[in-house]
């Protein structure tokens, strides 16, 4: 075996245990979702067992998933058009500036991404339940603009 040869094999074996690692909990998991509940939490772990839907079954007919899902897009696209919107004008308003001391603006606008976010949580509860925002997706959408 030449060693270019030997390279590619060991870097096609890494890839593959590295694979292999990150692909095992997802496995896991929809391995899990196909088991029975009495079975799904048994102990020992049992892995042979009549595959059911009956969760999946659940899901989408005693639950209002589709309303779950609807307001997790309505939060997602929201912020991320309010967060582009506001950025891309702070942006082009940074670079237009011709001032000494733009670099130190554009630092500390970067750095505020260093505050611990746990930091402004009773702040935000309290400024959202005097403006009454409590449970709602504008909310989150202005949290997680900032």
């Known amino acids: 075996m030449t060693p270019s040869m030997r ?3 060991l870097t096609y074996m890494l890839v593959i245990i590295v694979l292999v690692i ?3 909990p997802i496995y896991l998991i929809l391995v899990s979702s196909l088991k029975p509940s009495p079975i799904m939490f048994s102990r ?4 042979i067992f009549t595959p ?6 659940d899901l989408f007919t005693m639950r209002p998933f589709h309303l ?4 997790s897009l309505i939060v997602a696209l929201g912020s991320t058009a309010f967060s582009l919107a506001i950025g891309t004008m702070a942006a082009y308003a940074i670079s237009r500036i011709k001032h000494r001391r733009i670099n130190d603006v554009a630092f500390w606008i ?9 930091a ?11 403006l ?6 504008l909310a989150l959408i202005i949290v997680y603009s900032t």
Request: net charge positive; aromatic share 20%; proline share 13%.
């Open 132 to 137: 009454g925002l409590l449970d709602t997706p």
């Open 120 to 130: 402004v949580v009773v702040p935000y509860y309290i400024i959202f339940k005097t």
């Open 68 to 71: 779950q899902i609807l307001n």
């Open 7 to 9: 390279e590619k094999f």
């Open 110 to 118: 970067l750095s505020m991404r260093m505050f611990p976010p746990i």
């Open 52 to 57: 059911t839907l009956q969760h999946y079954y």
């Open 22 to 24: 990150f692909m095992t």
């Open 44 to 47: 020992p772990p049992r892995f």
